[in-house]
């Protein structure tokens, strides 16, 4: 009896476990490890919350923070403006569309990469031959002006807007229509 108990006390008198101390020489203690993982998101938690405690004190930071936070929101909502506005003002909204027609393709490789960036996605702009880009704007130029004249001549609300003035064939579609079955059937439906 005294020689295992004597064994038994070397391996677990004094608080002490071999078996346990030999074991964790080649595997972790989970409980242990835990434990400092839980310190570590701890401390970690403490040095954030520091960075953070330090009030802002000034205008300006609480204007740069708002101004951080815009970019985002507004770019949606003038994307739905833009669907608004179409359906609500079409010819105005035509008439914008035609002015971002003349926008360079270069610049709109510059807005590309400014709003890739700020969203933390990689853009990778290639060269474009600008003198190229310059002459086709050019060359659009007289064709979206004359788009626009066109734009806003149909915008009259004046009486006889709709005349067709010199087009004899519009003219005679316009008092001549083509047959509509379903609206002579709703016509002599309200006459019987």
Known sequence: MGLISGFLSFLFGDGRNVVRET???FR???EKGAERD???QQQAMVQFGAEYAVPRKGGFDRFMDGLNRLPRPAL???TLALFVAAMVDPLWFAVRMQGIALVPEPL???LGVI???YFGARHQAKMQDWQRELSATVRRAPVVA???AELRHMRAKSV???DPGTDVTLAEHALNPDENRALDDWRRARTA
Request: glycine fraction near 8%.
């Open 38 to 40: 839980l310190s570590l």
């Open 23 to 25: 074991a964790e020489v």
């Open 146 to 148: 004359q788009n626009i």
């Open 76 to 78: 949606a909502l003038g």
């Open 108 to 110: 709109w490789w510059l």
């Open 115 to 117: 709003v890739s960036f």
């Open 28 to 30: 972790e203690n989970a």
């Open 160 to 162: 006889g807007a709709a």
